[in-house]
């Protein structure tokens, strides 16, 4: 090694003295309150969560006990149910949920007057808080013939059908209302990949004779894949952790058909009004975030090639 790699290497090492010299104790002061609150409140409860797992409490009486909750949660019978409720609320999400904001995108991407109108309208659900959303949706699931649901089905010879009231159909009831409150900020995501899509390409496509669909199969599902790959993931996350829908719905019924993981959670926590066991919820939430974690890092490795070929 020269006398003048020395020398540089010399300039260019980093110590204390040239790292506040070049600004980043500043930047470090400018930052702290940030990190502050973020250690207070995001890291601070999940510390406080994993060790809420190791202890049989109810915030006023605390034990040690180890893995016991983790035991109890696997030996729980309604566990099961649980996991399989919320794959199955998942999977009909995907089936149905999934395919319907991407369609109303490419439609409304279509349109060539009052596109944000449609927009508007597209979004219009999201900005309905969940929880009227899920009442007004309760009322339309009346199970009586008069109800609004039985009532444009019977227009059509259809029987009046008992909706939530049925552990054949509550599930699908639940991913309906789910589908419609949630599609429209993807809707929002899908309308401005579209605008990323160069014209060109459709206008070669065309040349081709390319069908209307064949352009959207050819060029535009390639154009999002990154974003399709993003927005799956998201939504596999999401309705992983579905609780609003079980609880205003059905509160698990009928026959726990609609019980779903978190809301197992929410009945260890808050199962009686002397307070539940906070240590079973806690187990059973970070098996959940670590299998979320688990799942994730694999679907990205996975699909790393895809989103960029």
């Known amino acids: 090694m020269t006398s003048d790699t020395l020398v540089a290497t010399s300039a260019h090492r980093r110590t204390p003295v040239s790292w506040v010299r070049g600004g980043g104790l500043t930047t470090l002061v400018f930052a702290l309150p940030m990190l502050v609150i973020f250690g207070v409140f995001s890291w601070a409860p999940i510390v406080k969560a994993v060790v809420m797992s190791f202890q049989k409490t109810n915030l006023i009486v605390t034990e040690w006990v180890g893995l016991e909750n983790f035991q109890r949660v696997f030996a729980d019978p309604v566990l099961p149910m649980a996991v399989r409720n919320t794959a199955y609320f998942a999977l009909l999400a995907l089936i149905f949920g999934y395919p319907v904001p991407l369609i109303a995108a490419v439609l409304m991407s279509e349109v060539r007057r009052a596109k944000g109108l449609f927009s508007a309208l597209a979004y219009l659900p999201v900005v309905v808080p969940p929880v009227v959303a899920v009442l007004l949706w309760k009322f339309f699931y009346d199970p009586r013939p008069e109800g609004v649901f039985n009532t444009i089905i019977g227009y059509v010879g259809i029987p009046p059908q008992p909706w939530l009231q049925s552990a054949t159909s509550a599930m699908p009831s639940l991913v309906l209302e789910a589908t419609w409150a949630a599609a429209g900020g ?4 899908y309308l401005a990949a579209l605008t990323s899509v160069p014209t060109e390409l459709y206008d070669a496509a065309e040349v081709d004779g390319a069908s209307v669909w064949g352009k959207i ?83 990205f490795r996975l699909t790393r090639s895809w989103s960029t070929s």
């Not at 009686?272 to 906070?278: F, P, Q």
């Open 186 to 189: 993807t809707v929002i995501i």
């Open 217 to 299: 199969w050819h060029v535009t599902m390639p154009q999002l894949r990154g974003v399709l790959l993003i927005t799956f993931i998201l939504q596999i996350i999401g309705t992983a952790q579905v609780f609003l829908e079980p609880y205003l719905f059905t509160g698990g019924g009928p026959a726990n058909a609609t019980i779903s993981v978190l809301l197992l959670v929410y009945r260890y926590a808050f199962q009686n009004s002397l307070g539940g066991n906070y240590g079973m919820a806690t187990a059973l939430s970070l098996m959940l975030a670590a299998f979320l974690a688990v799942m994730s890092l694999v679907y």
